[in-house]
């Protein structure tokens, strides 16, 4: 088992930064792959950024060039930093983890956060 919860969300204007954190319970930590997926009101969940046991990342195009994951093993952490936010970027921002390899399909992961709300002003 393994649990995970977000922090770092809240309210930004368009333009700008906010860096979300996801600390996992568990003594195996750098053997799973980390993911976020997001959910906005009325639309689907979407991937946006996963990082591998082997810290190879992985980015959807809407944020590619804006967001970097990474992880800290020595942390049980792994986090999102957003630069350039814009409205679109709003939703609830939620953590996950499967083992070793990273997905884009949310079915694929195991464990999730409660997730942390991202709202990005005009």
């Known amino acids: 088992q393994m649990q995970l919860v977000e922090s770092g969300g809240g309210l930004v204007q368009a333009g700008g930064s906010l860096r979300l954190s996801c600390a996992a319970s568990?003594?195996?930590?750098?053997?799973?792959?980390m993911g976020w997926f997001r959910q906005a009101p009325g639309k689907e969940r979407e991937f946006v950024a996963a990082?591998?046991?082997?810290?190879?990342?992985y980015y959807a195009e809407s944020v590619k060039g804006r967001f970097t994951i990474s992880r800290d093993n020595a942390k049980n952490t792994v986090y999102l930093q957003m630069n350039s936010l814009n409205t679109e970027d709003t939703a609830v921002y939620y953590c996950?983890?499967?083992?070793?390899?990273?997905?884009?399909?949310?079915?694929?992961?195991?464990?999730w956060g409660q997730g942390t709300q991202v709202t990005v002003s005009s």
């Open positions: 996950t983890a499967r083992y070793y390899y990273s997905s884009t399909d949310s079915a694929q992961y195991a464990y």
């Open positions: 990082i591998s046991g082997a810290e190879r990342t």
């Open positions: 568990g003594r195996t930590f750098n053997t799973y792959a």
